[in-house]
């Protein structure tokens, strides 16, 4: 349990294992239940489109108390795959990506921050981390310089 007092469900923890050990996944979506009791998966995926990962988030709504919709943040698993130098061939890592957009309302954004660590704790295995407050933050360069940098 976190400081906020969210649990991770059990489907986060499986999804998670299936991108690292399965290999079958590219990325998993997490997000905070309608109650904001729990972390649930909000989408699986196959598919290694960066950008189409990245409009995922981009996009992500949620609703404050009264309702009302707006930017939504969001947690997220990548198997990042990346070019080391020319002959040496690529690498992965799996990256947690803590997306958090400026225009997010204030609730969100604190519950999400105090919920971070408990999702991270149970995810066994994450080899690097970013934290994202715009969009340009989550551009596929922008993510593979700060990934290259803690690879040395």
Avoid: H
């Amino acid at each position: 349990m976190s400081q906020s007092g969210v649990s991770v469900t059990p489907e986060c923890v499986s999804a998670f294992n299936e991108l690292k050990l399965g290999k079958t996944l590219k990325f998993v979506i997490f997000k905070l239940s309608d109650d904001k009791k729990d972390v649930i998966v909000e989408e699986t995926s196959t598919e290694a489109d960066w950008e189409l990962f990245r409009q995922k988030l981009v996009n992500a709504k949620t609703k404050d108390r009264s309702g009302k919709e707006g930017p939504g943040p969001r947690y997220a698993v990548y198997d990042f795959e990346y070019e080391l130098a020319p002959g040496e061939g690529k690498r992965s890592k799996i990256t947690f990506i803590a997306w958090s957009p400026d225009d997010a309302g204030i609730q969100a954004k604190m519950v999400y921050a105090s919920s971070k660590d408990a999702l991270k704790r149970a995810l066994n295995g994450i080899a690097t981390e970013v934290q994202a407050n715009d969009a340009e933050a989550i551009e596929y360069e922008e993510v593979s310089k700060n990934i290259r940098k803690g690879a040395r």
